[in-house]
């Protein structure tokens, strides 16, 4: 019984480390989201202010770069 008891102990410390460590990560990338969506903001307030266009958000990255690419040319 001693022996699982200490077997479950490690394994609840193990848990609790990559808990925090995965809090921390998540904080990371909270504060990175955050500064993102700040820049975002600031350069639509900076597009609407000389009047250019707001490019579409909801179009996916792998979308957008298959339609800026020229269409090939088939060989014959």
């Known amino acids: 019984m001693e022996k699982l008891n200490s077997k479950l102990y ?4 193990y848990i609790m480390q990559e808990n925090e460590r995965l809090r921390k990560k998540a904080e990371l990338l909270n504060q990175e989201n955050q500064a993102l969506l700040t820049e975002l903001k ?3 307030a900076a597009a609407a ?16 770069a298959t339609t800026s690419k020229a ?5 014959k």
Not at 10 to 13: G, K, R
Not at 50 to 63: Q, R
Not at 71 to 75: L, Q, V
């Open 10 to 13: 490690l394994e609840n410390c």
């Open 49 to 64: 202010a000389v009047g250019a266009p707001i490019p579409d958000l909801n179009m996916s990255t792998s979308a957008a």
């Open 71 to 75: 269409p090939k040319k088939n060989k």
């Open 42 to 44: 600031q350069r639509l």
